[in-house]
């Protein structure tokens, strides 16, 4: 069975991180990042899968503000609890904005689309998410090479190959479920308050 999952990270995995950087992505980014210090993955491929995944996201989501305004869709994320403030903040702050909007959890999908609803130029949106998403691979990435190189010294060398990538989806999902349950923790203290 470890040699079918490790098969089918290895053909599907970047498409995997790719996809899973589209929304949030934290967790995506980070296990990517293990895979590439596991050799599973190569890194430039990590790196280039969470990047394209993070920037197509934020644009997709920029571009939906932008040119579906009266869309179900748009409409549905006018309606989430940040979204005024974040639609606050981008027409106070644009640049600053768009660089730091990805950082913010839970802000990423309602940011994207204030600020394509906002006033700022595509070109200009598009260069500052390329140099965001490429500082957030970076340090996502990092986070997943880093803790590949920390698990492999508290654990040892012994480990096969199929034991690595068990270890990496499990830190995966520890992370999901930490995320988790930290933006359901803040959606109801924003709530009550």
Request: charged letters at 15%.
């Given at each position: 069975?470890?040699?079918?999952?490790?098969?089918?990270?290895?053909?599907?995995?970047?498409?995997?991180?790719?996809?899973?950087?589209?929304?949030?992505?934290e967790s995506a980014a980070i296990i990517a990042g293990f895979f590439a210090h596991q050799q599973v993955f190569v890194p430039w491929q990590a790196f280039l899968a969470v990047f394209a995944g993070a920037f197509g996201g934020d644009t997709l989501f920029f571009l939906s503000g932008r040119r579906f305004a009266n869309h179900a869709f748009v409409g549905r994320m006018r309606e989430k609890p940040g979204f005024d403030r974040a639609y606050r903040l981008v027409q106070e702050h644009p640049v600053f904005y768009v660089l730091i909007n990805?950082?913010?959890y839970g802000f990423r999908l309602v940011g994207g689309v204030a600020a394509g609803l906002s006033g700022i130029r595509l070109p200009l949106f598009m260069t500052l998410n390329a140099i965001?998403?490429?500082?957030?691979t970076a340090l996502f990435c990092g986070v997943g090479y880093v803790f590949g190189i920390g698990a492999e010294q508290i654990i040892g060398h012994a480990l096969l190959k199929h034991e690595r990538l068990l270890i990496g989806l499990a830190a995966g999902l520890a992370v999901a479920l930490a995320a988790g349950l930290a933006a359901r923790y803040l959606s109801r203290r924003r709530r009550a308050a």
């Open positions: 069975m470890t040699d079918s999952i490790h098969l089918l990270i290895e053909k599907y995995g970047l498409i995997a991180a790719f996809v899973g950087c589209l929304a949030e992505g990805r950082y913010i965001s998403s490429a500082i957030w």
